[in-house]
């Protein structure tokens, strides 16, 4: 079915690090029953500095900024336009982090189910090439006043949501909405519990059956999400299925940043050899994003494929990923969420 309830936000930030970087501007459509019952709009004082690339895209300055409310001032209402419904946006993740990370700055635990619109026109149009927000103003023609600016970027979801419900057949929408939230089944000696205190976090993540033996070791950027999707319906593979069916406890060790999370799954995947690592255990290949400058002295990135991490480069390192097709992804979100 499709949600009663849902909240379409947007959030402006700082920059990309839900751990360092502050919410400047949240834009909430609060939706029941088809109809807007609730709407927020406001810039927030981050107390902290704003980068003129961030002034630029937004075009929010400091002055604004200074003059506005923090988000311990606004926190109470924009929760409670959030609670008892689905946070929905735009690579709902970014959003989803950044909100909760700064819920948790005062002690206000947040959770709520997520529906990502990126997500569902990719399941509603895929021979689609492109799914940004930029891409279905053009497609649809949405209106949007000001793009990068929160509440409108919020208002072109809601359009995009009531298109898409006038547009598709109810039967189709349903069943794609359902795909794109499905809930993770989770094995059936695992404590449900266990799950709410995994990291939002960089980190490794060990899987362990009931005999306490090493099942499987993985790395993410946000270990909570990660461990998640190994439980969802629809497996990848029976070798999927069959180790999650055996977890039964999960041990976190947090690290840094995705680095030394790469670097301490390689490590541990060496050492103790879980028993659904195979493929770990064999020589990989790593595609580098890595800071480099041009001839004429502009900085930029290159793709590189390695097999092995030079400690000497690690400083120009900026991400690593499996395949070229996660990386250009990345690199073609990067470049629409900030009009590069």
């Known amino acids: 079915m499709i949600p009663a309830r849902m909240t379409f936000i947007d959030v402006e930030t700082t920059g990309?690090?839900?751990?360092?970087?502050?919410?400047i501007e949240v834009g909430i459509l609060r939706v029941e029953d088809?109809?807007?019952?609730?709407?927020?709009?406001?810039?927030?004082?981050?107390?902290?500095?704003?980068?003129?690339?961030?002034?630029?895209?937004?075009?929010i300055s400091p002055l604004e900024l200074e003059r506005a409310p923090?988000?311990?001032?606004?926190?109470?209402?924009i929760y409670e336009l959030l609670q008892d419904s689905v946070f929905v946006a735009h690579n709902v993740r970014?959003?989803?982090?950044?909100?909760?990370?700064?819920f948790s700055r005062f002690q206000m635990p947040f959770t709520a189910k997520q529906l990502c619109t990126a997500r569902l026109s990719r399941a509603l149009f895929p021979s689609e090439r492109k799914h940004g927000l930029s891409a279905l103003i053009e497609r649809f023609g949405f209106t949007c006043t000001h793009r990068h600016r929160a509440f409108d970027d919020a208002h072109v979801l809601w359009q995009f949501f009531?298109?898409?419900?006038?547009?598709?057949?109810?039967?189709?929408l349903t069943e794609a909405?359902?795909?794109?939230?499905?809930?993770?089944?989770?094995?059936p000696h695992l404590d449900p519990e266990l799950l709410k205190t995994l990291p939002e976090s960089p980190g490794v993540y060990e899987f362990y059956d009931r005999d306490r033996t090493l099942l499987y070791v993985g790395k993410a950027i946000d270990v909570r999400a990660r461990v998640l999707s190994h439980f969802t319906n629809d497996y990848s593979s029976t070798k999927e299925l069959?180790?999650?069916?055996?977890?039964?406890?999960?041990?976190?060790?947090?690290?840094?940043?995705?680095?030394?999370?790469?670097?301490?799954?390689?490590?541990?995947?060496?050492?103790?050899?879980?028993?659904?690592?195979?493929?770990?255990?064999?020589?990989?290949k790593l595609i580098l994003l890595k800071k480099t400058t041009t001839t004429e002295g502009f900085d930029t990135v290159e793709l590189e494929t390695v097999t092995d991490i030079n400690a000497h480069d690690l400083v120009k390192i900026m991400g690593m990923f499996k395949s070229k097709k996660q990386a250009t992804t990345f690199?073609?979100?990067?470049c629409e969420k900030y009009n590069l």
Request: proline share 7%; net charge positive; aromatic share 8%.
């Open 331 to 334: 690199l073609e979100f990067i």
């Open 162 to 172: 009531q298109k898409i419900h006038a547009d598709i057949k109810p039967e189709l």
């Open 94 to 102: 970014f959003d989803y982090a950044f909100l909760k990370g700064e």
């Open 242 to 284: 069959s180790m999650s069916r055996q977890v039964s406890d999960i041990k976190v060790i947090p690290t840094a940043g995705e680095l030394g999370a790469l670097v301490r799954e390689s490590y541990l995947v060496k050492t103790k050899q879980p028993i659904y690592n195979r493929q770990l255990r064999r020589m990989r």
């Open 16 to 23: 990309m690090s839900p751990q360092h970087d502050r919410v």
């Open 177 to 187: 909405v359902t795909r794109v939230m499905k809930r993770p089944a989770l094995p």
């Open 70 to 77: 923090t988000f311990e001032q606004e926190k109470d209402e």
């Open 34 to 59: 088809g109809e807007v019952v609730a709407q927020y709009n406001k810039l927030l004082n981050p107390e902290t500095f704003i980068h003129p690339s961030i002034q630029s895209l937004t075009g």
